[in-house]
C-alpha cells in the first residue's frame, strides 16, 4: 500500500537520484498549478521535472537555487499538500515552506502584507490521518524566529499569528470569518496545517508564508477587483517568493555542512 512505500520504493517510481534529494521543499497553494509551476520554474537552474507513470504526481520538479537543491510544487488544498509532503519527508526532506495566499482576518493587516503562521487549526480533513486528536499544528519557533528579522522592499509588513486552513473556500460565509476573528486568528487559507502536520508526522522542520489576498473583515473578498490592491497583491507575492527562497537557501547551506 502507499503508505508502505519506502525511499527506495519513491527514487524508483520518480526517477529521483540519491543526489538530488532537497533538504528543503516549498509548496505553493493555488488553483492555476501550471501557472505557478511555471513562474516557479523560471527562478531555478538545472531543473529535474519529477512525475509518477500514472500522473498522480504533477506539477513538481526538483532545481537549484543558488547550487543547493531545493523542491518545489504546486499544490491546491489539503489533499495535494499532503501528498507532496508524504513524498519529500519519506525522501528524507528536512524543511518545508508553504507559501500562496490568503485571507487577512487581523486588525491592520492590508491587501499585500504577508502573514507568518505561528500555528494552523486544522480544519481542513486531511492532518487527522498524521496526528490524531490534534486541534493545532505548530510551525517550528527556530524558523519563526529568523522570518522576523527579515525586512521588505516597499510598504509591505509581516504578521506573525495563529491561522485558520479550511477546505471549502466558498462555504466562508461572515459567521464564519466572525467566530474565527474572535478565536484570534489572523488569517484563513488553504494548505498550512495539513503542510504542518504531515511535517511533524515526518519530523521535518515547518514554516508557512502567505502573501495577503483580501481581508474579508474589512468588506472585502478573492472576488472582488481593484486596481491599486492588485498592485499590492503582485508585490505581496513576489516579496513572499524571495523571502521563501531565501530562507530555502539559507536553510540548505547550514545544513550541507
Keep these: 500500500m502507499l503508505k508502505e512505500l519506502s525511499k527506495s520504493d519513491w527514487l524508483s517510481i520518480l526517477g529521483i537520484p540519491k543526489n538530488r534529494i532537497p533538504s528543503v521543499l516549498i509548496l505553493h497553494g493555488t488553483r492555476n498549478l501550471k501557472t505557478k509551476y511555471t513562474k516557479y520554474k523560471n527562478l531555478f537552474d538545472n531543473i529535474l521535472e519529477v512525475g509518477s507513470p500514472n500522473g498522480v504526481l504533477e506539477d513538481v520538479l526538483i532545481g537549484d537555487i543558488k547550487g543547493f537543491p531545493v523542491g518545489y510544487a504546486s499544490v491546491y488544498g489539503a489533499p495535494m499538500a499532503s501528498e507532496v509532503a508524504h513524498v519529500f519527508g519519506v525522501l528524507g526532506t528536512s524543511l518545508v515552506i508553504q507559501t500562496g495566499c490568503c485571507g487577512a482576518l487581523g486588525d491592520g493587516i ?39 528579522c527579515k525586512k521588505f522592499h516597499g510598504n509591505i509588513q509581516i504578521h506573525t499569528g495563529p491561522i485558520y486552513t479550511t477546505s471549502a473556500l466558498f462555504a466562508e460565509g461572515k459567521k464564519e470569518i466572525e467566530n474565527w476573528y474572535r478565536k484570534g486568528y489572523i488569517g484563513v487559507g488553504m494548505e498550512t496545517a495539513t503542510t504542518f502536520a504531515v511535517a511533524k508526522y515526518f519530523r521535518m522542520k515547518r514554516l508557512s508564508i502567505l502573501f495577503v489576498y483580501d481581508n474579508p473583515m474589512e468588506g472585502s ?6 486596481s491599486e490592491k492588485n498592485k499590492r497583491r503582485i508585490h505581496g507575492e ?5 523571502l521563501a527562497l531565501n530562507m530555502a537557501v539559507e536553510y540548505a ?4 555542512r
Design 110 to 148: 492590508a491587501v499585500g502584507d504577508l502573514i507568518c503562521a505561528t500555528t494552523a487549526y486544522c480544519g481542513e480533513g486531511a492532518s487527522q490521518y498524521y496526528l490524531r486528536e490534534i486541534e493545532h499544528v505548530d510551525a517550528s519557533t527556530d524558523m519563526v524566529g529568523k522570518i522576523k
Design 221 to 226: 473578498h478573492i472576488l472582488m477587483e481593484d
Design 238 to 242: 513576489s516579496e513572499m517568493i524571495k
Design 253 to 256: 547551506k547550514n545544513n550541507s
